[in-house]
């Protein structure tokens, strides 16, 4: 069997993935007062989540929404590469999710106007162990945005996005239980998309016994280089499998943005013309359109 097929098979993963993964995306829209949370999703590490995160968030600032990013990564990646030092982590997500603090005690401003975060540590990689005998295990997220608008809220965050670890664990289906929406960042290689069928399958279980309305927002194509002749099969086989779920927008490979989260930045303020900001400013424009269009409808 060629690479090609293989990722074809991989891709499908089972007849439960074909008939969903057509459907044309169809997030809901959030409650008057309660902010749009989209969870970025991959149980594959090094795809471009975090990457996403930050700048589809900064994106979104700059366009005058207030977004809170949540770092659920023990890593701590996104929190780092938005400049958020270790030391100032004094109230992280792993006390969010504890029920130690609420999570607008975590919210940090950020150094790009109207863009928090809510730092991760180290300690997060505990957590599954600490709560996972608790009934509510599964809805700590949820819980903890649930009043984060309050009427004395200020900001008053329109969008949630939250960062994901690079697994399907427990932490990961807190987001899953919170969210409105998934948005997958795949990697064009072949391996990216041996596990692209079971995170559609995770949602799917989720939808069915946590989150009846969750919905996959996108999936973005991500460290795309022209060059190589099996990433140029992936994406003709995403698109083929996933219909409009993938978004137009491919994020190509670009040393810009291996670079900007050493500064503790995001690519778009590192480097605004360099084509992987270009690249991101577009997949904004495709989500931020698609979430006026649920908006009108």
């Known amino acids: 069997m060629t690479q090609a097929s293989e990722s074809q098979a991989a891709l499908v993963g089972g007849p ?47 366009i005058g929404e207030q977004v809170l990013i949540v ?17 100032s982590r004094r109230t992280s997500t792993y006390d969010v999710l504890t029920g130690a603090a609420p999570m607008r005690a975590a919210a940090l401003a950020t150094a790009v106007p109207k863009l928090w ?18 009934r509510d295990r599964a809805f700590r997220l949820r819980n903890a945005l649930r009043d984060i608008n309050n009427a004395t809220a200020d900001p008053a965050f329109t969008y949630v996005l939250v960062d994901c670890p690079p697994s399907l664990n427990l932490i990961t289906i807190n987001a899953m239980a919170a969210a409105d929406s998934i948005l997958v960042p795949l990697q064009c290689e072949f391996f990216a998309l041996e596990g692209l069928s079971q995170l559609l399958k995770t949602v799917e279980q989720v939808k069915t016994t946590l989150n009846p309305e969750l919905s996959i927002h996108g999936i973005v194509l991500t460290m795309y280089d022209s060059r190589n002749n099996l990433a140029n099969q992936v994406v003709a086989d995403v698109r083929q499998f996933m219909g409009r779920k993938v978004y137009d ?44 269009e649920l908006k009108a409808s």
């Open 249 to 292: 927008t491919v994020i190509p490979r670009n040393v810009r943005i291996s670079e900007a989260p050493s500064y503790g930045k995001p690519v778009l303020v590192y480097d605004l013309k360099c084509v992987g900001s270009e690249a991101y400013l577009r997949l904004a424009t495709e989500i931020i359109q698609r979430e006026r």
């Open 117 to 134: 975060i809510a730092p991760s540590t180290l300690d997060l990689s505990g957590l599954e162990l600490e709560i996972g005998q608790e």
């Open 71 to 87: 770092d659920l990564d023990p890593q701590g990646n996104a929190s780092t590469g938005l400049g958020i030092e270790r030391r």
């Open 16 to 62: 439960q993935v074909v008939p969903f993964a057509k459907d044309r995306p169809t997030p809901r829209v959030a409650p008057a007062g309660r902010p749009r949370v989209i969870a970025v999703a991959n149980q594959k590490g090094g795809v471009g989540k975090t990457t996403t995160a930050i700048n589809l968030g900064t994106a979104l600032a700059a």
